[in-house]
């Protein structure tokens, strides 16, 4: 899956599983962003050349049920 781009705003797809993707929502300004739908927050591993970890601050996790 490709990242997505908008009015100062990326959306990165994570791979959980071999079929189930978590997002990372960045904003580019502030360099903070937060996970959706990441069945384990603490487990995510972000690796996208759009994404450096160490300058990328994560806010918050949500999950759906």
Known sequence: MADICAAGMV????PMSSD???????????KT??????ADVDAVQV???DV???KIRILSGFTSL
């Open 52 to 54: 450096k970890p160490d």
């Open 47 to 49: 690796s996208s050349s």
């Open 33 to 38: 962003g937060v996970l959706i739908d990441a």
């Open 11 to 14: 959306i990165v797809p994570i």
């Open 20 to 30: 189930n993707y978590c997002y990372l929502v960045i904003d580019e300004v502030d």
